[in-house]
């Protein structure tokens, strides 16, 4: 399968705890997105990378949300001192270069916050 | 930042019937990019078809199509000869073509299709 993976699937955690996610995209793909997606509502931006530069962040990313792409390959997002708020699944998704070009979506990671 | 609605919270369509998905989106700018994206349940957001907005011709893939108002700012997808397969959320989604690489999503429509 050579589809943008994400990894977990699923993590429970306690409000407070911080959490990791990992995504690796499709491997010939220069750009990376992540985006949030809460129950009843389209997928919202985050971030984006260009190989291993951020170069754009949403004002939803605040500053307990870190992501990281080193060497341009697979990326992380580490939500710091997580909140009730943060529940979402979070979705990964890669492209090539050029807007008209699609994203590929992964399946997610679901957040749960007890 | 555009804004995407789409005005349909959920659409019921019979196995080989025609049904067409409302996207609206507000923007001040000439030049962007459109997609629709099918969403199953519990599986990845694939693209089902896209569009750019300096092209007045209408997109088509397969037994999909958008009809395109470029003027009245809307997108809409019509899903001809349904298939139970083609149950799942479809999301409108808009991307600038001077500033960023997000793309911005509407709500969503749930889509049933009925044997």
């Known amino acids: 399968d050579t589809g943008v993976s994400q990894d977990p699937r699923h993590k429970i955690t306690k409000r407070g705890q911080n959490v990791t996610f990992r995504c690796d995209p499709i491997s010939e793909h220069n750009r990376l997105y992540w985006y949030r997606q809460t129950l009843g509502q389209g997928p919202e931006f985050l971030t984006y990378f260009q190989n291993e530069a951020q170069l754009e962040k949403s004002r939803l990313l605040s500053d307990r949300f870190s992501a990281e792409r080193p060497k341009g ?3 992380t ?5 997580t909140e009730q708020g943060d529940s979402a699944m979070y979705l990964c998704a890669s492209s090539l270069g050029g807007k008209y070009q699609p994203q590929h979506f992964g399946d997610g990671t679901r957040l749960s916050i007890l | 930042a555009q804004t995407v609605t789409q005005s349909q919270p959920e659409m019921s369509v019979q ?7 409302s996207c609206t989106y507000d923007t001040s700018e000439s030049d962007y990019y459109l997609f629709w994206y099918k969403q199953p349940p519990s599986r990845q957001m694939i693209l089902v078809i896209r569009q750019e907005a300096y092209k007045q011709q209408n997109a088509t893939e397969n037994r999909f199509s958008v009809n395109f108002q470029k003027a009245a700012k809307s997108f809409s997808l019509k899903i001809s000869d349904s298939q139970l397969g083609d149950a799942a959320m479809y999301f409108c989604a808009y991307r600038s073509a001077y500033s ?5 999503f509407g709500k969503g429509t749930s889509l049933l ?3």
């Open chain 1, 73 to 75: 390959s697979f990326s």
């Open chain 1, 77 to 81: 997002l580490e939500i710091q001192r």
């Open chain 2, 15 to 21: 196995e080989a019937e025609t049904v067409t998905l």
């Open chain 2, 113 to 115: 299709v009925t044997p």
């Open chain 2, 100 to 104: 960023g690489y997000a793309l911005n």
